[in-house]
């Protein structure tokens, strides 16, 4: 039995942060409904990050709305939206990401909820809260990345502002959601009362940031300084990075300079037994390590440092990966199916409960698929 098998999830999300959210709820043992208009549903079904499509959708709404169900409502439709309301009397956790207003103007907002049931856990997400300038501004994820400074701390010191290659800011605050809601959900059991859970893409990708942010607010306010070359943080020494090698890439995280000048017989490094100069004259050293690293295989270099405990790793492709031994052992891929047609593979759940790897077989839904069996089976009329 998963830990949350007994609970329903109301699922009235769309895109990515909500969705990631209850997704991770129905990994943990949740039944998930997901409650979306049935003239073309969640609007992710048609954000395609590629041209790969699944049944006529998107492969990435395949992939953060599996093992879910799906009720069609008109929320703007007198007789659908009571219908959503009698499922929300019977539901556990809510979950909706739309922009401050929306629900409240469809009368699912928390205190309508509550009045509704009062023990609901319900969790909210914002892209910038309800107060200040930008309460109606667009919460997507690459304006976040760029608000929030956080491209400032990615690419080399030449290179302009540099955001992550994925949602990034989307996926920490359905986590952030879901820590909440958890939290409201073992203080319901202890004291019977739910609870509003409210996340924002802007607070959450701060908290991202929380230990470079925190040396800004103490350092007298210097700003990040990227190195040029090989930046893989703004405030870490030399020799952290990513160097290119005869035949593909080798990363060295955090160590000594003269340690590896010695394991790597490059003397230029035997010169900064200073451990401040691995932050002042950062670029120096790392233009040594690149030209030395390029002379040799990685393989080379792994067999010389890991035997002794210095932090590097080879740099793999994906297709490398997934044949790689390592990969194969953390049984990270499952298949999961719509019908015997529709089939994905796709990652699991990353979290293991008493050992137990937490895999689900039952694909995304099509937009309404269960709205009957769900009427039914919950009594609404309607």
Request: some cysteine; hydrophobic content about 40%; overall charge negative.
């Amino acid at each position: 039995m998963r830990p949350l098998e007994g609970l329903l999830v109301l699922d009235f999300s769309i895109f990515l942060s909500g969705p990631s959210a209850a997704l991770r709820l129905a990994d943990l043992g949740a039944r998930v409904i997901k409650v979306e208009r049935p003239d073309g549903g969640d609007l992710c079904r048609q954000l395609y990050i590629s041209e790969l499509e699944l049944d006529g959708e998107s492969t990435l709404f395949h992939s953060i709305n599996r093992n879910k169900e799906s009720f069609a409502a008109n929320l703007k439709d007198p007789l659908d939206l009571e219908r959503a309301k009698q499922l929300v009397k019977q539901a556990d956790v809510v979950i909706q990401n739309f922009r401050p207003g929306v629900m409240s103007r469809l009368g699912l907002d928390y205190e309508s909820a509550r009045a509704i049931n009062p023990g609901i856990v319900y969790g909210e997400i914002t892209g910038y809260g309800h107060e200040g300038p930008w309460v109606y501004k667009p919460g997507q994820d690459l304006l976040l990345q760029a608000i929030s400074g956080l491209v400032w701390l990615n690419g080399d010191a030449d290179r302009p502002p540099t955001p992550f290659g994925l949602a990034v800011v989307d996926l920490f605050t359905g986590a952030h959601l879901v820590q909440g809601i958890l939290a409201c959900l073992v203080r319901r059991g202890v004291s019977g009362k739910g609870g509003l859970v409210q996340v924002s893409l802007l607070e959450s990708i701060l908290d991202f940031q929380f230990e470079v942010l925190t040396t800004h607010l103490n350092d007298g306010g210097k700003l990040p300084r990227r190195s040029a070359i090989n930046n893989a943080h703004a405030y870490l020494a030399a020799p952290y990075g990513i160097y290119q090698t005869t035949d593909g890439f080798l990363a060295l995280a955090m160590g000594s300079i003269p340690v590896l000048g010695e394991l790597l017989d490059c003397p230029p490094l035997l010169a900064f037994s200073d451990s401040a100069t691995w932050f002042t004259q950062r670029d120096e050293i790392k233009a040594i390590l690149v030209e030395h690293l390029k002379t040799q295989s990685t393989s080379h270099w792994l067999a010389i440092l890991e035997p002794q405990d210095i932090w590097c790793a080879d740099v793999l492709t994906w297709d490398r990966l997934l044949r790689h031994e390592g990969f194969k052992a953390i049984d990270m891929i499952q298949e999961v199916a719509r019908d015997e047609s529709v089939k994905l593979d796709t990652t699991r759940c990353p979290i293991r409960i008493d050992g137990e790897l937490l895999k689900s077989a039952k694909g995304a839904p099509r937009i309404g698929e269960d709205t009957e069996r769900i009427a039914s089976e919950f009594a609404i009329s309607g």
